[in-house]
């Protein structure tokens, strides 16, 4: 892909399901829901559904122009690539789960397997018949993970080269209250995704729900750490402005993170931060304001690039200082029931 045409897909793509002369209004009613233009939390936790929506509508396009097919924080060794960094935190989340051949998961927004479902909440992200957060590759009969960000995709151009397109489609459905029957899934995963939920235990709970006995859920959760002080105005600020630019309604703590795991019935073997440095792709303020000064771009562009100016300055902010995680990971685990035991683990 070229330079050029990227920017025109940038330009076509922003705004997602909505008509372009409905991002800038989207853009301020999203603004509104957040601390830093007035907004509450309490609000944002009702209003979940509505807050995600807007969100991705408004930066899917941004996200695809610069992270390309699969786009998540990973922490890197010296003279490693983002790609690079990106797969091997892919792989080391498949490996957790021990994935084999012909197993079928599940994750938080959406479910992935051999056959593979995307389960997402944004029409938009249905109508592009994307998948989020992991699609599976088999490589010499192993199931090998590649996944993608909250509420981000596998285009389906990507999934037809792969030469998955019968194993793959896309579902509309809440985290929260997946439409899928109990004790079905081998093993669940999340990668920075849960972040998006109005809180921990409920969407921990539905994959518990979802999950077999005795199997297992590898989470890389966004979280403050220890370090973050609730009574300091700095701190205050940061965590609003992560929240602003990623589509937040809170960001939960290291211990809640792991406590909501424990509530919602999880077994927590292993539980530790991962990473705390954030890398940011590139500034395009000089190319937003272009595309949408000759209306290449919808009005509202600008307002949609601005959201996630905010995300960089508190990521690296939340970084640098500690406060912050995009990679805390917890491994938890589904007791087997007392009767499934008798019955020798059969379900």
Same mark, same amino acid.
């Given at each position: 892909m070229t330079k050029s045409s990227g920017a025109l897909d940038l330009a076509r793509s922003t705004g997602g399901s909505l008509? %372009?002369?409905q991002v800038k209004s989207a853009v301020d009613q999203y603004v509104k829901y957040h601390d830093l233009h007035g907004g509450e939390q309490e609000s944002r936790k009702?209003?979940?559904?509505?807050?995600?929506?807007?969100?991705?509508?408004?930066?899917?396009?941004?996200?695809?122009?610069? #992270?390309?097919?699969?786009?998540?924080?990973?922490?890197g060794y010296p003279g490693e690539t983002s790609r690079e960094a990106i797969k091997r935190h892919q792989h080391f989340m498949a490996l957790q789960l021990g994935l084999k051949k012909g197993m079928k998961l599940i994750t938080t927004l959406q479910t992935v397997s051999t056959s593979i479902t995307g389960l997402?909440?944004?029409?938009?992200?249905?109508?592009?018949?994307?998948?989020?957060?992991l699609a599976f590759f088999l490589e010499h009969k192993n199931?090998?993970?590649?996944?993608?960000?909250?509420?981000?995709? #596998?285009?389906?151009?990507?999934?037809?080269?792969?030469?998955?397109?019968?194993?793959?489609?896309?579902? %509309?459905?809440?985290? +929260?209250? +997946?439409?899928?029957?109990?004790?079905?899934?081998?093993?669940?995963?999340?990668?920075?995704?849960?972040?998006?939920a109005p809180e921990a235990q409920g969407v921990y709970s539905e994959v518990y729900r979802v999950l077999k006995p005795g199997q297992y859920f590898a989470l890389d959760e966004w979280c403050l750490t220890d370090l973050f002080d609730p009574n300091n105005a700095k701190h205050l600020t940061? %965590?609003?402005e992560i929240e602003l630019g990623d589509g937040l309604p809170d960001i939960r703590t290291t211990r809640q993170c792991v406590q909501a795991m424990k509530d919602a019935g999880f077994e927590v073997p292993h539980a530790y931060i991962m990473n705390h440095k954030c890398y940011i792709h590139g500034n395009w303020t000089?190319?937003?304001?272009?595309?949408?000064?000759?209306?290449?771009?919808?009005?509202?562009?600008?307002?949609?690039?601005?959201?996630?100016?905010?995300?960089?300055?508190?990521?690296?902010?939340?970084?640098r200082e500690g406060i912050f995680t995009a990679s805390f990971f917890v491994l938890g685990r589904k007791p087997l029931k007392e009767t499934e035991i008798v019955n020798g683990g059969n379900l």
């Open positions: 008509s %372009k002369d009702s209003n979940y559904a509505d807050l995600a929506n807007k969100y991705y509508d408004l930066v899917t396009g941004f996200y695809e122009y610069g #992270w390309g097919d699969s786009f998540h924080f990973a922490g997402t909440n944004n029409d938009y992200h249905v109508s592009r018949g994307k998948v989020c957060i199931c090998i993970a590649y996944g993608y960000a909250p509420f981000n995709f #596998w285009l389906q151009e990507h999934i037809f080269s792969a030469g998955l397109s019968e194993q793959c489609c896309s579902l %509309k459905g809440d985290f +929260m209250n +997946m439409p899928i029957a109990d004790n079905t899934f081998d093993a669940a995963y999340a990668i920075q995704a849960t972040c998006y940061t %965590k609003a000089d190319l937003v304001n272009t595309l949408e000064f000759l209306r290449i771009a919808p009005a509202g562009s600008v307002g949609a690039y601005n959201v996630l100016t905010s995300a960089s300055d508190g990521l690296l902010k939340g970084g």
